[in-house]
């Protein structure tokens, strides 16, 4: 079935047989399988795809094994909570801190498969096409494409696009939406919904700006690592950043993907707050449209960060970096000198400036506590 949104679509149930056995066919396929998910049996996978019709089908047959093998081999745990804020009010459109390029909306995705509920149509940007086999992985898995930079009018256009995309996926199609609060991954621990994301929700309907928002069901969603996916890669890239225009090398978007996947995560948590209701958008409509979009950034930082799960790592990080012991009651002398040692890693780059480095690093883990103390002293 042919329709406008052909060139952001994910597979439609037509596309999918073909494309589940695209990705186990070949040795070469299979192999980038178990790079991603390097703990899970792909050869038994192999045998139970043959009957797959359908996006619903190949996640309930396919990924709940995939995921589920990353928890066990790159997590301590993985825990959710705020259920009952979406159960038996969806569609919803989810928007999400963003701290790891795939995980972030994989393991939401998890929740929904474990609890019978329905899964996410995904917002990706297009520079994760690497190549035909992750188009396919992306493509069956209910993700869509957004673009990622361009000319000023077409990236207008584009958004218009993705704007209307999302509104027929949740008033017509009754569908789950996933969308980042920002374009790239929070690389310094602060999570902060860019006003434009919220602008570009009500371009697709102009005549009632609180409506055009309110229909879709604004969920946020707090996701909370105990150690950073690519928190490594993160401040190397940031370091640089300070000096000099970083320039991505070839593969370094992958490199991302694979590390975020199999990186040990410790202890992860989940949680979905209330949506963004009618009436709390109504009493932040006041004024320019600007205000009210900026406004709805703010109210959905704040349940964000009201949700957030601080771990020992972050207090770690905190006192380090302010030299004090403010929060040495929140950890043990064994996991500050874990923590200690895991920040050796910054050997291996003598060309940066260890100070620097050592002082964006922390901030990866310490921001979250300040940002999280703002919101519960409002």
């Known amino acids: 079935?042919?329709?406008?949104?052909?060139?952001?679509?994910?597979?439609?149930?037509?596309?999918?047989?073909?494309?589940?056995?695209?990705?186990?066919?070949?040795?070469?396929?299979?192999?980038?399988?178990?790079?991603?998910?390097?703990?899970?049996?792909?050869?038994?996978?192999?045998t139970e795809i043959d009957d797959i019709g359908t996006s619903n089908q190949f996640q309930h047959v396919v990924m709940t094994q995939l995921i589920a093998s990353v928890i066990r081999g790159s997590t301590l745990g993985f825990t959710y909570s705020g259920l009952e804020n979406v159960q038996g009010k969806m569609p919803c459109l989810f928007v999400s801190n963003h701290r790891?390029?795939?995980?972030?909306?994989?393991?939401?995705?998890?929740?929904?498969?474990?609890?019978?509920?329905?899964?996410?149509?995904?917002?990706?940007?297009?520079?994760?096409?690497?190549?035909?086999?992750?188009?396919?992985?992306?493509?069956?898995?209910?993700?869509?494409?957004?673009?990622?930079?361009?000319?000023?009018k077409s990236f207008y256009a584009s958004l218009m696009h993705v704007s209307e995309y999302i509104r027929y996926l949740i008033t017509e199609r009754g569908e789950n939406v996933w969308i980042a609060q920002h374009n790239g991954r929070a690389k310094n621990g602060i999570d902060v919904t860019d006003s434009a994301l919220i602008k570009m929700f009500g371009m697709s309907r102009r005549d009632d700006r609180v409506a055009s928002l309110a229909e879709l069901n604004i969920v946020p969603v707090t996701v909370s690592y105990e150690w950073e996916p690519c928190d490594k890669l993160k401040a190397v890239e940031v370091c640089i950043s300070l000096h000099q225009k970083y320039e991505k090398q070839p593969g370094e978007d992958l490199n991302s993907v694979l590390t975020g996947m199999t990186q040990p995560k410790g202890r992860v948590h989940f949680h979905m707050s209330p949506?963004?209701?009618?009436?709390?958008?109504?009493?932040?409509?006041?004024?320019?449209?600007?205000?009210?979009?900026?406004?709805?950034?703010?109210?959905?930082?704040?349940?964000?960060?009201?949700?957030?799960?601080?771990?020992?790592?972050?207090?770690?990080?905190?006192?380090?970096?302010?030299?004090?012991?403010?929060?040495?009651?929140?950890?043990?002398?064994?996991?500050?000198?874990?923590?200690?040692?895991?920040?050796?890693?910054?050997?291996?780059?003598?060309?940066?400036?260890?100070?620097?480095?050592?002082?964006?690093?922390?901030?990866?883990?310490?921001?979250?506590?300040?940002?999280?103390?703002?919101v519960k002293s409002r």
């Open 100 to 152: 790891d390029i795939v995980l972030d909306a994989m393991l939401l995705q998890y929740v929904f498969l474990v609890e019978d509920l329905n899964t996410c149509h995904i917002a990706f940007g297009d520079n994760l096409m690497f190549d035909g086999f992750f188009k396919d992985f992306w493509k069956v898995n209910k993700m869509f494409q957004m673009s990622r930079g361009g000319h000023l």
């Open 1 to 46: 079935m042919i329709t406008s949104f052909d060139d952001i679509r994910p597979y439609n149930n037509s596309e999918i047989p073909a494309a589940v056995h695209r990705l186990f066919d070949s040795e070469e396929a299979a192999a980038k399988m178990r790079g991603l998910f390097p703990w899970a049996d792909i050869e038994k996978l192999k």
């Open 275 to 374: 949506a963004i209701t009618k009436e709390e958008m109504n009493a932040l409509d006041k004024g320019l449209s600007a205000l009210i979009h900026k406004r709805v950034a703010e109210l959905i930082d704040e349940r964000i960060y009201s949700a957030y799960r601080l771990y020992p790592n972050n207090y770690i990080a905190h006192d380090l970096l302010c030299g004090t012991e403010e929060y040495a009651n929140q950890y043990t002398a064994e996991e500050k000198a874990r923590f200690l040692h895991y920040m050796s890693w910054m050997e291996a780059y003598p060309q940066l400036d260890r100070e620097e480095l050592e002082r964006i690093f922390l901030g990866i883990y310490a921001n979250p506590i300040d940002h999280y103390n703002k």
